[in-house]
């Protein structure tokens, strides 16, 4: 959701800009615009363009723009429609300074009416220009850049990864960080600015994240960093290991299809990283590359793994509750993972969502955990609710797949997943590594409370992997007949009801939130007990029930129960089963069949083969699979 890049240095501005700009497209965009200072008549030169960052590019091809400093942005709308006045970047009064911004500036309506009544004319609806006209006025009146920067920082509300040039100072960005992230790439005589460390990795692996509240003038070989008040700050560029060909499509068509392919070696890696946490070899890794799962297993269960979290082994005997907060997908993965932690920790555990957790009163209890889940680590909703916790004096964990994102700097302690870059938009690999990584870590705590014994973790993990292995296995049995039978069928329908129960509810959710985002078909899920309530009404031959079914054995047959009611009236049924469960193989118009594995993980043994489905189904329809309309990758506005 709007991507930022931004370049400093010797002449290839424009290449990077639009390069980066391309890399960050997974993120969600609607439109893209560019500024530069043009070197020879030392002036902006700007483009903007309704659309994908090609159409900028073309705009800009045929153009001689020799320039070595210079921004990009691409916008996700929020204040004002998609068109080329939205788009940034936004200018002052005299178009003497250009800003892009990331975030959401709340006090921007009161600024805005001040400022017009001191005569500032605006052009566009958006909160960013204001920020632009803003700085304008407080340079005015402030001695130094650097007194009206902290001015600035004082009446901006809200959250805010800012990047500014000025046709004043053409050597030089200025970049301001609020609770959205912005980092520094530095390079030989050069510096790459973006949001998102994937737009630059190529070009250096020596980062600077910057913190939160903090401002910086960045020039081609000098950084300055300062806080919200203009102390000056010291902070070192850390080295990354992360390259651009880790995001390849790799013949893939889409990048959904290879994530969803990728899924078995993500939890994999994911459980060997768990694992080996504290051998001495692996202190404080952030991210393994696949040559060390080749190395001899030497389970040791050390107390690292908590101090990988940041939390005591003490701590963890004492805990009483556990809190699960998400969003998404994510927050379907921790609601899978509540039947872990109650069933295999015997701890009470609350699952919130994130997007309400600020909006409801919160118990905080002595001895709690708060376990934050993001793929991306910057949804906006998240951090909100991880900032609440925080403030109460619960421990704070965030489980994410990006080690270098703002929820890892803001939680108390973080476990780093394994899944790889995910770049298409629908969330696959992620979301079964987050069910693996957490069924792990219940398995953990309850190893550390002295619930279960070393040999009943060690079959924990071999469980994951057997589950892994159904869910690879699961979709090459059913490959060829969804893709040349199955998708075409349900392609054809307009809507769906999806049913589960118990541990596959969620589940249920998790596929009908797929279908939805990627295929635009409507789709509602309920628990299948709740039927009878209400929606058994909806039951008809256009509206296919598809029902997850459980290995638990009272689900399983509470599930047939809930089928015969679809069957008895005349309703289209279509059931993930396991093997063996005859009585809704017989009751269903189609039955996918999926080996048997440990009960807690008979969702993850299904993802393979429901993704896959919805996937091929969203292809019949020919939707940008990866790109779906209205939505971002990383969803940083609350
Ligand atoms: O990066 P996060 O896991 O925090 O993202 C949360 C949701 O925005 C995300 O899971 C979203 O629901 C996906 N599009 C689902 O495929």
Not at 48 to 61: F, I, P
Request: glycine fraction near 4%; charge should be negative.
């Amino acid at each position: 959701m709007c991507g930022i890049v931004g370049y400093v240095g010797q002449g290839k501005c424009k290449k990077y800009v639009i390069d980066g700009l391309k890399r960050l497209e997974y993120r969600g965009y609607d439109s893209a615009g560019f500024v530069c200072i043009d070197q020879k008549h030392k002036q902006f030169n700007f483009f903007k363009k309704v659309g994908h960052v090609q159409e900028l590019e073309k705009a800009l091809h045929d153009l001689e723009l020799k320039s070595s400093i210079g921004i990009g942005h691409s916008r996700w709308a929020t204040h004002g429609i998609v068109n080329e006045l939205n788009t940034h970047p936004h200018f002052n009064c005299d178009k003497s300074i250009a800003v892009v911004h990331n975030g959401i500036v709340e006090s921007y309506e009161e600024i805005r009416k001040k400022l017009i009544e001191s005569r500032h004319e605006f052009e566009s609806s958006t909160d960013t220009e204001v920020v632009a006209h803003l700085l304008e006025s407080l340079i005015k009146t402030h001695k130094t850049l650097k007194a009206a920067i902290v001015d600035l920082v004082r009446q901006l509300k809200g959250a805010y990864a800012l990047v500014f040039l000025f046709e004043q100072y053409p050597d030089q960005l200025l970049l301001i960080r609020k609770r959205s992230p912005l980092l520094i790439g530095v390079g030989d005589d050069e510096m790459f600015i973006a949001s998102d460390v994937l737009a630059f990795c190529d070009q250096t692996n020596k980062v600077i994240f910057m913190p939160e509240e903090s401002f910086a003038i960045v020039k081609k070989d000098q950084i300055e960093l300062f806080d919200f008040e203009g102390k000056a700050l010291i902070i070192k560029p850390q080295e990354i290991d992360f390259k651009h060909d880790q995001v390849d499509k790799q013949g893939f068509e889409h990048y959904m299809l290879k994530e969803i392919y990728e899924q078995k070696r993500s939890i994999d890696r994911s459980i060997s990283f768990c694992k080996f946490i504290g051998s001495n070899n692996f202190n404080n890794l952030t991210h393994i590359s696949d040559n060390f799962l080749t190395q001899e297993a030497k389970i040791q269960y050390q107390d690292s793994i908590w101090s990988q979290l940041g939390i005591t082994s003490e701590k963890i005997k004492e805990l009483k509750y556990i809190y699960l907060i998400a969003a998404g997908t994510s927050w379907h993965a921790c609601r899978i993972a509540q039947f872990f932690f109650e069933n295999i920790c015997k701890i009470p555990t609350y699952v919130y969502l994130a997007s309400e957790f600020g909006y409801m009163p919160f118990f905080p209890e002595e001895n709690s955990l708060a376990i934050f889940v993001t793929q991306s680590g910057e949804t906006a909703d998240t951090l909100e609710a991880l900032r609440v916790v925080n403030s109460c004096n619960v421990f704070t964990v965030a489980i994410t797949n990006v080690p270098s994102s703002s929820i890892v700097r803001e939680a108390n302690g973080f476990l780093p997943m394994q899944a790889g870059p995910e770049i298409s938009v629908a969330s696959t690999k992620a979301f079964s590594t987050q069910v693996s990584v957490l069924f792990w870590l219940a398995n953990r705590v309850a190893l550390e409370k002295k619930l279960i014994d070393i040999e009943v973790m060690k079959a924990a993990e071999e469980d994951l992997l057997l589950a892994a292995e159904v869910l690879e296995i699961s979709i090459e049995s059913y490959k060829w007949e969804i893709k040349q039978t199955l998708a075409k069928k349900y392609s054809k329908y307009n809507r769906f009801i999806f049913l589960g129960r118990h541990i596959s509810y969620p589940f249920a959710l998790e596929a009908a939130l797929k279908l939805k985002e990627i295929s635009y078909i409507f789709a509602q899920c309920y628990p299948a007990g709740e039927l009878k309530h209400g929606p058994i009404a909806l039951i008809d031959k256009e509206t296919p029930v598809i029902l997850f079914s459980s290995l638990n054995d009272l689900i399983y047959q509470k599930l047939v129960a809930n089928a015969q009611e679809v069957k008895a009236r005349n309703g289209h049924l279509v059931t993930f089963v396991f093997e063996g469960q005859q009585e809704l193989i017989e009751l269903s118009d189609y039955s996918f069949i999926v080996s048997r594995v440990n009960p807690f993980l008979g969702p993850l043994a299904m993802t393979g083969l429901m993704q896959f489905f919805i996937y091929q189904i969203t292809k019949e329809l020919d939707r940008p699979i990866d790109r779906p309309r209205n939505l971002a990758k990383s969803v940083t506005v609350e």
